[in-house]
């Protein structure tokens, strides 16, 4: 059977991209490969990273265990389309303040990845770490750890993304 | 990074070969699909695809036609007969926080958010999460023999690396265990699951949807090809307020279980009335303690008498030996695991 190219439609970063993809294509591969949007990162490409992290419809998703067929028509957010007007989007921001990264490859995939968490956060919704699963949860460090722990950082800055995510989230 | 300029199509790290190609559907409706998928031996269905993607790149399913059921299932939870009727497309994270959800069914929320990120809940879905594949390492290396992957190749997990396998209900051929968090609730929840198949509609208690693996490992469920979830209903059980799921593992967050337990109890003046349990991480289906239920009956709420219901569910339960040390360990570590559960319910009523 020879591959089966289907024609798609992706806004991307604010702009309609469209493009022919082989059903295999991953969501992942579409937007690096195909359309030069190199700020996901293939890290695992098996959805043990978060490198790939997008906010896909406004949502936080991996886009390596994506087909970018089954997604025609979606509105895909990368690190790369944040910010608004020139000025950094608070995650941003708050990544470049607390020095949150080192070799940054990581970087696009927990900026997209917080501002998820912080969304959720703000709609109510529990973690695994909410003392009470029925309550309204509050932002902390045990909360951020948990809900960040999709994102993996091989130099180890955890010690300086959660303060940025604290930090963006207005939490003291 | 390995292969990244060319991957194109999958097919790097552990995967054999790149991913065949395959045609992509989205029938009219879930009926269309069913038969679509029922005709064609070679066809999947894809719905959150975190487990099928995942799959297809590391060359454990090569299906020649792929059909799109995301949006052809309910995404809606509503009210049912003083339980829940919850749709097959509802993702995990909107299940996890459903308010009816936390407040009714606790147990329920917290087996959710105990699975996986929160990346994967925003994809996984309430009809894909329960027949998601297990994680025995050598299911998803294609280059070992596996009994579940290819039947009589044999399995590689006996007396290899044991630690993450089965101690209840294992057999010859496999002795691998079922992943997902959520469905060792459902269990305890004593949950419904509304099918649809080539010849209509019909209801399978949730606890009869995993089947052991006996000589048949390759079939995980009691599903035939082409049936398809279009949800789940949670019953009307006024004991799940008073219920949890703890789960242990090797890290705090984003691993499997190497034992849990979801639990729910009914106790009144320090008596036990009735219980629900089911135990994770420990057999290849999400496994209902009726035995320790039974146990649990009547008796005075009591560290002692929790011990002993684990022991009565635990009576045959047969450790793997291994090259990694095995996993006797999960017996007392479930048994200490089910008592720190009771214990904490017993303490909330």
């Not at chain 1, 949150?100 to 912080?118: E, K």
């Not at chain 2, 038969?35 to 799959?55: C, I, K, P, Y």
């Not at chain 2, 929840?189 to 080539?198: F, H, I, S």
Request: include cysteine; aromatic fraction near 4%; glycine fraction near 10%.
């Amino acid at each position: 059977m020879p591959g089966v190219e289907t024609e798609i439609t992706l806004q991307v970063d604010g702009v309609a991209r469209r493009l022919t993809v082989d059903t295999r294509t991953t969501l992942l591969d579409a937007l690096r490969e195909r359309l030069g949007v190199t700020s996901p990162k293939k890290g695992c490409d098996h959805g043990q990273c978060g490198a790939c992290t997008v906010l896909l419809n406004d949502r936080r998703m991996l886009t390596c265990l994506a087909l970018a067929v089954a997604h025609d028509g979606a509105t895909v957010t990368t690190a790369d389309g944040l910010a608004e007007d020139g000025a950094l989007h608070p995650v941003q921001q708050a990544f470049l303040d607390r020095d949150a990264y080192q070799c940054g490859y990581c970087t696009p995939g927990q900026i997209c990845s917080a501002v998820g968490v912080l969304d959720e956060v703000a709609r109510g919704w529990p973690s695994a770490v909410t003392p009470d699963v029925a309550a309204e949860p509050r932002l902390d460090h045990d909360e951020v750890a948990e809900r960040m722990s999709g994102n993996l950082c091989r130099c180890a800055a955890y010690a300086h993304i959660t303060p940025a995510v604290l930090d963006a989230g207005g939490a003291r | 990074m390995r292969g990244l300029r060319t991957h194109h199509a999958g097919g790097a790290g552990r995967g054999r070969g790149p991913v065949k190609p395959f045609a992509y559907q989205v029938p009219g409706d879930a009926a269309a699909a069913v038969r679509t998928v029922a005709d064609d031996t070679t066809a999947v269905f894809l719905a959150g695809g975190t487990n099928l993607v995942d799959h297809l790149k590391l060359g454990i399913v090569a299906p020649e036609l792929v059909v799109d059921i995301t949006h052809l299932t309910s995404d809606e939870i509503t009210d049912n007969a003083g339980g829940l009727r919850i749709g097959a497309a509802v993702r995990n994270s909107d299940l996890a926080a459903d308010r009816r959800v936390r407040e009714r069914y606790p147990t329920l929320a917290q087996a959710l958010l105990a699975g996986a990120s929160g990346q994967l809940r925003n994809m996984a879905t309430t009809g894909g999460n329960p027949l998601q594949r297990t994680r025995c390492v050598y299911f998803q290396d294609v280059s070992t023999p596996c009994n579940k992957r290819i039947p009589g190749s044999g399995c590689s997990a006996i007396g290899g690396s044991t630690r993450g396998m089965a101690v209840l209900g294992a057999s010859e051929h496999c002795i691998a265990t079922h992943p997902s968090d959520m469905a060792v609730a459902l269990a305890a929840l004593a949950a419904q699951v509304r099918v649809l198949g080539p010849a209509g509609e019909r209801t399978v208690p949730f606890v009869e949807l995993h089947r052991l693996p006996g000589e048949y490992p390759e079939r995980d469920t009691v599903l035939e090809h082409g049936e398809l979830v279009l949800g789940i209903d949670l019953p009307d059980l006024p004991m799940a307020r008073n219920s949890c799921y703890r789960k242990v593992r090797d890290r705090a967050s984003y691993a499997f279980a190497l034992v849990s337990v979801a639990a729910a109890l009914d106790i009144e003046d320090g008596v036990v009335r009735d219980a629900r349990v089911a135990f994770g991480g420990v057999a290849h289906k999400p496994w209902r303690a009726y035995r320790a239920e039974d146990a649990l009956r009547g008796v005075t709420a009591s560290e002692d008498a929790f011990r002993a219901a684990a022991e009565a569910e635990l009576a045959d339960a047969r450790p793997q030996p291994g090259v990694d040390g095995g996993n006797a360990f999960k017996i007392p570590l479930l048994t200490r695991t089910l008592v720190a559960t009771l214990r904490d319910l017993s303490r909330k009523e």
